[in-house]
């Protein structure tokens, strides 16, 4: 065996098992997705979708609360297609500043890649791969590994509330939805080092709250995010004058 | 499957995929400048924080800061565990147990 190849093999070897602990560190945020994918089953249907148009969005959409707002949509009367489509583009700008904030670790992957981990982009994606990249580095094998188990697990569970979604009891009164924000806790806290961070985490905050009250739909992480991330920015360039 | 919803489903797919690819693509050719990085470095915290504190303050939309926010009790438990563990298991079972002791006393 020559040289080349096994550099190859051993590059196969540890995506491999990126890709896997991708997975398994998106297991316990899927306890919280289940929920939400059997109620968002369920919801296509009561608003009048038929089994295979709540299924067919889950797959191709792939964006749990900008489904929910279609739905609900649907289930209103309303079936513009400008409408829908222009709400689902404000409740997933979000993505956006995601997008600009992996951006510069994609870019280097191949195109292929690049779409395919762009389309499979949601916030939980997105928490679990920040914290790998902070503790080891990125790797596009351990993204897919999170992504495609999150975008498996989202799928099959709108499947499941499609098929059996009206004999459970309402999944989300579970409290499973608890699995999100406390995996995420593990993940903020190992972020908050320095006082800028802290500072930083402390705007978003106290914004998202005021935005979840006077903001639609998802526009409060959008505002938090910007409004955190230009107090943080100002600090730091502040530091760096006074040296 | 109607035709005007399949094209309203691939119509939130396509707006869908731009929000996320859009960045990546308008970054192709140039690569990440310096200056936008110092912008972007502290994303991260802010949308991990804009995830966790509405779901724990405002579970159902409005500020509840009381014994009976089940989110909100069982959040700090998680949190404490979460900053002495930083264990991922170790808060799941911690907090989703509070979650449920709360629940079968309510």
Known sequence: MNAKQETLEQGCMESGRDFWAG???????????????????????????????????????????????????????????GLIVFTTLLVNLRHMLMG???????????????????????????????????????????????????????????????????????????????????????????????????????????????GVLYLPGKWYMIVACIGAVLVGGLMEGEKASEK | MRNEIALIIMGMALVTFATRFSCVALLQKTGMPVWLERWLRHIPTAILTALIIPALVLPKGQIDISFNNHYLMAGFIAAVVAYKSRNIIATLILGMGTMLFLRLLA
Not at chain 1, 52 to 69: D, H, K, N, P
Not at chain 1, 173 to 199: E, K, N, Q, Y
């Open chain 1, 100 to 210: 600009a904030s992996l951006a510069k670790y994609l870019v280097k992957q191949s195109l292929f890649r690049q779409v395919l981990l762009s389309f499979l982009l949601t916030d939980e994606a997105y928490a679990v791969t920040i914290s790998r990249i902070h503790q080891g580095g990125y790797s596009s094998a351990y993204q897919f590994g999170v992504s495609i188990s999150l975008y498996i697990t989202w799928a099959l569970s709108t499947i499941a509330g499609v098929l059996v979604g009206s004999y459970i009891p309402n999944p989300l009164a579970w409290g499973l939805d608890f699995a999100m924000p406390a995996t995420f806790l593990v993940l903020l806290f190992p972020r908050l080092t320095d006082r800028c961070s802290i500072v930083v985490c402390v705007v978003a905050g106290l914004i998202s709250i005021a």
């Open chain 1, 23 to 81: 997975a398994m560190n998106s297991g316990p945020i899927l306890l919280g997705v289940i929920p939400f994918g059997i109620t968002c089953g369920v919801m296509g249907l009561t608003a009048g979708l038929t089994s295979l148009e709540t299924i067919m969005m889950s797959i191709f959409v792939f964006a749990g609360a900008s489904q929910f707002v279609a739905i609900t949509m649907f289930g209103a009367g309303i079936t513009g297609f």
